[in-house]
C-alpha cells in the first residue's frame, strides 16, 4: 500500500515538473516564434489585434508582396546601401577574435592557477576575481581615452583589443580544470613532455565542453554588443549588426515586418554556433559533476 502511494506521488511530481517545463519553454520560445512569423508579415498584420500567427493567403500572392520583401529591406535599407554585409562581418570578425583569444587566455590561465603551486597564487586569482566586480560603464571613459590616444579609433583593434581576455573564463576554466585528474599530467612529465605539449596535447584535448561553453558565451557577447562599438566605430562600414540594427530601426520609413527580418538575420549565427556545439555546451555541466563525484 505504502509501495503504490509513493509510485503515485512521483507520478503526480512527473506530471507537475513536465508541465511546468512546458509553460517556461513556451514563454522562452515564443519570442523567437514571433520574431520568425512577422518577418514574413508587413505592419497591418503585425500590429493587428488579436495577433494572427499564420500569415494571411493573400500574403504570398504577387498582388500583394513579394515573400521576401522584409528580408530586403533589412539587408539593402532604404536607401539601397548594402552596408548590411559589411556589419555582419565586422561583428564576425570581433566576436570570433575575441572568442579564440578569450578561450586561449582563459584556459592558459586556468591551467596556471589550478596546477601549478606557486607563491600568492590565491591572491592572484582573487584579483583576477575582482574585477568582475566592477561595471563595465565605470571604466568605459577611461578605456575609451586610451584606446583614442592610442589611435585605434574606428578599427577592428579598438573593438577587440579591451575584450582579448574575460575574467570569468578564467574563472571557468580554473574550476574546471581544477578537477582535471593530476596523475594524466604527472605521467606526461614522466614521458617527458613539456608543459606547453601536456597543455596542447591532453589539456585542451579534454576540456571540450567548457571551451565550447566559454566559447558561445564569448562569442554571444560581443554578437549583442552595443555600448562599445557604438563608441569606437564612428563611420558606417565599421559598425556590427547591434549597430545596424539600432540605425534601422530609427529609419521614418523602415516597417516593422522588416526589422523582424532584420533581427531574424542577425541571430542566425547564434542559432548556427549553439547547434554546433550544443551537445558540448549542454554536457559541460554532467561531465563537471561527474568529475566531482
Known amino acids: 500500500m505504502n509501495t503504490n502511494k509513493y509510485v503515485g506521488r512521483v507520478g503526480l511530481g512527473e506530471i507537475f515538473a513536465w508541465f511546468c517545463l512546458l509553460i517556461v519553454f513556451m514563454f522562452t520560445v515564443m519570442p523567437i516564434v514571433f520574431m520568425f512569423v512577422a518577418s514574413f508579415m508587413d505592419a497591418k498584420q503585425i500590429l493587428s489585434m488579436p495577433f494572427n500567427w499564420i500569415p494571411s493567403k493573400n500574403y504570398f500572392t ?4 513579394t515573400f521576401f520583401t522584409n528580408f530586403q529591406k533589412a539587408i539593402f535599407g ?3 546601401n548594402p552596408v548590411f554585409m559589411r556589419n555582419l562581418v565586422n561583428s564576425l570578425v570581433v566576436a570570433v577574435t575575441c572568442s579564440v583569444t578569450t578561450v586561449l587566455m582563459a584556459s592558459l590561465c586556468g591551467y596556471g592557477l589550478s596546477k601549478f603551486k606557486f607563491k600568492s597564487r590565491e591572491l592572484i586569482f582573487m584579483s583576477i576575481m575582482a574585477t568582475m566586480m566592477i561595471p563595465f560603464e565605470a571604466i568605459m ?22 575584450f582579448l581576455v574575460s575574467a570569468f573564463g ?17 605521467a606526461a612529465r614522466v614521458d617527458g613532455l613539456n608543459e606547453l605539449k601536456i597543455y596542447s596535447n591532453i589539456v585542451l584535448p579534454n576540456c571540450t565542453p567548457v571551451i565550447s561553453t566559454l566559447g558561445i558565451l564569448s562569442f554571444r557577447n560581443q554578437w549583442d554588443n552595443l555600448l562599445w562599438p ?45 547547434g554546433a556545439l550544443s551537445k558540448y555546451f549542454i554536457g559541460g555541466a554532467e561531465v563537471y559533476e561527474s568529475r566531482k563525484g
Open 78 to 80: 532604404n536607401n539601397a
Open 170 to 186: 578564467v574563472f571557468q576554466m580554473r574550476q574546471y580544470l581544477i578537477t582535471f585528474p593530476a596523475e594524466y599530467l604527472d
Open 230 to 274: 557604438l563608441l569606437v566605430a564612428q563611420s558606417e562600414k565599421m559598425k556590427t549588426i547591434p549597430l545596424y540594427i539600432t540605425k534601422f530601426s530609427e529609419e521614418k520609413q523602415t516597417d516593422e515586418g522588416a526589422m523582424m527580418a532584420c533581427a531574424l538575420l542577425a541571430s542566425i549565427p547564434m542559432f548556427i554556433l549553439f
Open 141 to 162: 571613459i577611461p578605456l575609451y581615452m586610451v584606446v583614442s590616444k592610442l589611435g585605434m579609433m574606428n578599427t577592428y583593434q579598438g573593438m577587440i583589443i579591451p
Open 62 to 65: 504577387t498582388e500583394s508582396r
